[in-house]
Structure formats: structure tokens, C-alpha cells
Nanobody
């Protein structure tokens, strides 16, 4: 099964977007979830993770701007992105934490203009 992210778009610097990803219950309930991104010409990087117990982690560049959350009733993980910067431009993917190859979907494009 591939996990499909949604909610991307083109926004101006300083604006916000919220990404969503619905996962099968068996995956969502058993594993941590995370968001990764891949910018043009760069390697894919983990951005934020959230465990089933609620513990969250972020890379330094998004701390204070991005918030990862999960809705256990709807098997959905979110990434609220505020104060977006052009450096956040990338394709964003959701996956488990740690990520598994079989779950990579197409991702959702986030483009931040200056």
C-alpha cells in the first residue's frame, strides 16, 4: 500500500499550508508516522515524526514553524506548516517512522515563492 499525502500547493513566503495523510488502520495504530521531503537536486530528508504515544521530533530548520499531529480516530497524520520559506519548497511525503519502501507514495508538491 502507498501512503498518499495531500494538501500541497503554491504559496507566498510567510503563509501556511496543512498537509494530510490517511493510512490504513493496521499501519497507523502500530507504528510511528512521519513526514519527509525532497527538494530538487537534494536527497530526501525526514522533517517530522510522531510516535503512537505522541512523542514528536523535528529537524532544526522547521522547529517552531511546523507541527506534526495525528488523529487516531481517523487514522490521519497532519503537518501544519507556518511561516513557510522558499527553502521549504519540496515534494512532501508521509510514511511510517522509520520509513518503509513499500509505503512511499507520490507525495504532494509544496512551492513557496519569495
Amino acid at each position: 500500500v502507498q501512503l498518499q499525502a495531500s494538501g500541497g500547493g503554491l504559496v507566498q513566503r510567510g503563509r501556511s499550508l496543512r498537509l494530510s495523510c490517511v493510512a490504513p488502520r493496521s499501519i497507523f495504530r502500530a507504528l510511528g508516522m512521519g513526514w519527509c521531503r525532497q527538494a530538487p537536486g537534494k536527497q530526501r530528508e525526514a522533517v517530522a515524526t510522531i510516535q503512537s504515544g505522541g512523542r514528536v521530533d523535528y529537524i532544526d530548520s522547521v522547529k517552531g514553524r511546523f507541527t506534526i499531529s495525528r488523529n487516531n480516530a481517523q487514522n490521519t497524520v497532519y503537518l501544519q506548516m507556518n511561516s513557510l520559506e522558499p527553502e521549504d519548497t519540496a515534494v512532501y511525503y508521509c510514511n511510517t517512522d522509520p520509513p518503509r519502501d513499500e509505503y512511499w507514495g507520490q507525495g504532494t508538491q509544496v512551492t513557496v515563492s519569495s
